[in-house]
């Protein structure tokens, strides 16, 4: 092949690439029977990704043309068009052919532009090419149903054997002891054994076709389950057309969604086949995605309940005038799906409802993309994965996606612990526009053989309902139902936890507003006007938000010591007690700096609102009074980047200025944001060679820095705060609002990964915290 023949045709999306393998249900029968031919498997995906954007013209042309397979072109259509006239036939030459299968590997479906560059490549019309690439289709679709029926053929053998080697142990039964022929009315133990387990079987066979008829919309027998094989009900689950997974699923590997989906959908939904083939694993698992099954439809149908009903199961707050869960007509109105609350949890539950600039298929995308919603919600997710996909949707949408996902919860103080669980992601379309994801724990489920392990949270359905506004918009309905272990949080922060406050609805809401208007901004192509980049280009602006990003992720990651990161706790005598102090070594990460990193973490309460803490901690005019990095005056403001209608969301570059002439000027890298549940000033020194790369747009992963800042919270209804010796009509004391602050420091204490951490390294770091939320105390006036 000359080199480069086929270089431009190859060029394809990001997307449609990802599209293109996104297809389990063919992989699969072609592994099972076809070992050796990964080339084939991965053309049949291609080709099933790509099997429902065929128009209704496409498919017309290919019937027409479907005569000649191996490299006939397109010049039998003129001979249809003129019947008087003979057909002629044009044979492409062995490198048209070599060309053009190259091409259909990794492109079944080629657009028009990629055509019209290959027609000219190969000295063809395009019409002889797109009818080449229609004939090859239809001839890889032959291939895969004549093979899908060789297998369905060899399952059917194979269980007509079995049936027939059972009737015949039936009709001479032998008895086990002496070998000779089995008294009638002589049942042994084992025998009664088997029978027993036999019934349990049975039964929850019962049970499992009972669900797929759920799913189905009408009855399955059992029998005729077990008993006859399984046929498809149209020769569309045969094919690979859109679906095309009938053929290879039964009732226990296939979900058909019907009419309660809304929207007039009615196609069969594949659901991943389970992993294992032996005998018992493989049913294990099937029944095990039963369950996973029947629990994500209770979730959904309890979530949509709690998000349409209000009074009484939903009550407004004396304080805050939040929403929250009835408990007593909660446990009236449903069924806990996951088994009674453990002894010593409590309940959380809140519910909030926000307009937000995102239309309901684009969060839909990103709720069930767990690298995109650990994007969405950078500081309340430390880490997010995908364990299994149980069903990408159907039709080509998220209708009826269901997958089991790993998620580190966090609220930014070390005096809360992480939650990590375990949960299945439902997501489901109701009428046009309208849309629900819902989420549950699965913890129940999956420990039911072995001895369980303990989880500090768990997650009852909870999630959210979109729907589509007129003006662009969408309206959220969130709801949040959790229980957790109180006893592992710290007394400063439960009431927070307690009213909702930390991981409840508001929260989710109020941050997924922030970062919609966030992306809806650098979407623009206006720049705000608060915004002075003069020096920045529009590829430094992106890299400069980039890389205030990865600073702040890296802060969160230190403060809550989630698994991004491989900390380790110690526990030293001259540490203050609220104070948790941890290390790591940082080894070849181009984004850091080598050697031994230290982070220092603390939470304290503060009489003062947060919106004030907030602006004075932001302020670089104020800098001076608590940050030693400003050399004891003022900072200048070199750059700011707008990210929201508030003034307090933005990236800023800062420079302090030099006290001496010896002393060389040094750049900050800021990011503050705030919304209604709280707000994050995070900053790092930056390198200024570095930086000027970055602001002309340069990659900015090789920008080695190491954050530190604050995190500050309301500090919820309840809280230990000071009375104000004032008092309320009622006579009873009024309480003084506050916030909590959270103070955190990523210090490099030695240059080398393979040093010794020192005491006076701690030491260092402990009085450097100290200080700074003494001068914090100081500068708003605050008793000690």
């Not at 839909?364 to 996909?389: K, Q």
């Not at 957790?484 to 009431?495: F, I, K, T």
């Not at 005056?633 to 200025?657: F, T, W, Y």
């Amino acid at each position: 092949m000359p080199t480069g023949a086929i270089a431009q045709p190859r060029l394809v999306s990001p997307s449609l690439a990802k599209s293109m393998f996104s297809s389990p249900g063919l992989s699969l029968a072609l592994q099972t029977s076809m070992e050796g031919q990964g080339e084939v498997t991965r053309l049949a995906e291609n080709f099933e990704s790509g099997g429902g954007r065929r128009s209704r013209e496409d498919e017309h042309e290919s019937r027409s043309g479907s005569d000649n397979m191996d490299g006939a072109s397109g010049d039998d259509q003129d001979a249809a068009d003129n019947p008087p006239r003979k057909k002629r036939y044009h044979r492409h030459t062995p490198q048209q052919i070599q060309e053009l299968e190259s091409l259909f590997k990794e492109c079944p479906h080629p657009d028009e532009k990629q055509r019209l560059e290959l027609s000219k490549r190969l000295c063809l019309e395009t019409r002889q090419v797109k009818f080449w690439f229609q004939n090859r289709r239809t001839q890889m679709k032959t291939q895969l149903e004549r093979h899908e029926n060789s297998i369905l053929r060899q399952e059917n053998d194979k269980l007509r054997a079995e049936n027939m080697s059972i009737r015949d142990a039936m009709r001479n039964p032998i008895c086990t002891n002496c070998g000779g022929p089995a008294i009638i009315g002589d049942i042994s133990l084992e025998e009664q054994h088997l029978r027993i387990e036999n019934a349990r079987l049975k039964d929850e066979l019962d049970r499992v076709c009972a669900l797929a008829g759920k799913f189905l919309g009408r009855p399955i027998s059992s029998l005729a389950s077990s008993m006859a094989p399984a046929m498809p009900s149209s020769s569309l689950e045969l094919g690979v057309g859109s679906n095309g997974f009938g053929g290879l699923s039964t009732v226990a590997t296939t979900l058909p969604l019907g009419p309660d989906f809304g929207g007039g959908i009615s196609s069969t939904l594949p659901v991943a086949p389970p992993t294992s083939t032996t005998g018992v694993t493989g049913l294990e698992r099937s029944l095990e995605r039963s369950m996973f099954l029947e629990l994500a439809l209770a979730a959904m149908d309890e979530l949509v309940k709690m998000a349409q009903n209000d009074e009484p199961l939903w009550v407004r707050s004396l304080e805050g005038g939040r929403e929250i869960l009835n408990l007593e007509e909660y446990m009236r109105t449903f069924t806990p799906c996951i088994g009674m609350k453990p002894n010593g949890f409590v309940t959380e539950s809140t519910r909030e409802t926000g307009m937000v600039i995102i239309n309901s298929l684009a969060l839909v995308e990103t709720l069930m993309d767990s690298n995109r919603w650990a994007e969405m919600f950078p500081c309340m997710i430390a880490r997010t994965s995908t364990t299994d996909v149980i069903s990408s949707g159907m039709g080509g949408t998220r209708n009826g996606a269901l997958q089991l996902m790993h998620a580190e919860l966090q609220v930014l103080s070390p005096l809360v612990p992480v939650r990590e669980v375990n949960f299945l992601r439902f997501c489901k379309q109701h009428a046009e526009g309208v849309w629900a994801v819902v989420d549950v724990s699965i913890d129940t489920i999956r420990d039911t053989s072995v001895a369980p392990t303990f989880v500090n949270c768990r997650r009852l359905p909870s999630g959210c309902v979109v729907q589509d506004m007129p003006n662009g918009y969408s309206k959220v309905t969130w709801v949040e139902h959790a229980e957790y272990d109180e006893s592992a949080v710290h007394q400063l922060y439960r009431p927070l936890l307690s009213s909702g406050m930390g991981f409840g609805a508001q929260r989710w809401v109020a941050t997924l507003q922030r970062q919609c208007e966030c992306l809806a901004i650098l979407m623009s192509s206006t720049v705000p006007t608060r915004d002075h980049t003069a020096a920045i280009t529009a590829g430094g602006r992106r890299s400069m938000l980039k890389l205030a990003q990865r600073m702040t992720d890296n802060f969160c990651a230190g403060v809550c010591a989630s698994t991004v990161h491989k900390w380790n706790k110690l526990c030293a005598g001259n540490v203050d007690e609220d104070v948790r102090v941890m290390t790591r070594k940082s080894v070849d990460d181009p984004g850091e700096p080598p050697g031994i990193v230290l982070s220092a973490a603390t939470s304290v309460w503060l009489p003062v609102s947060p919106q004030r803490l907030f602006d004075f901690l932001r302020d670089e005019r104020l800098r001076s009074e608590w940050d030693i990095l400003s050399n004891g005056g003022p900072m200048q403001e070199m750059a700011h980047i707008a990210k929201g209608q508030d003034h307090g969301n933005c990236v800023s570059l800062l420079r302090a200025s030099a006290m001496n002439a010896n002393q060389s000027s040094m750049l900050i890298l800021q990011e503050t944001c705030i919304d209604a549940a709280g707000s994050l000033v995070v900053y790092a020194p930056v390198d200024i060679p570095a930086m000027h790369v970055v602001m002309n747009g340069g990659d900015s992963a090789y920008v080695a820095l190491l954050p530190s800042g604050f995190a500050i919270v309301p500090d919820g209804p309840g809280s230990r705060g000071p009375n104000s010796g004032a008092h309320t009509n009622s006579g009873g004391p009024n309480r003084v609002s506050g916030s909590l602050l959270t103070v955190a420091f990523q210090i490099l204490v030695n240059s080398l990964p393979t040093a010794k951490l020192t005491v006076e390294s701690v030491e260092t770091v402990n009085n450097l915290i100290s200080c700074t939320v003494q001068k914090i105390k100081a500068a708003l006036h605050c008793e000690s």
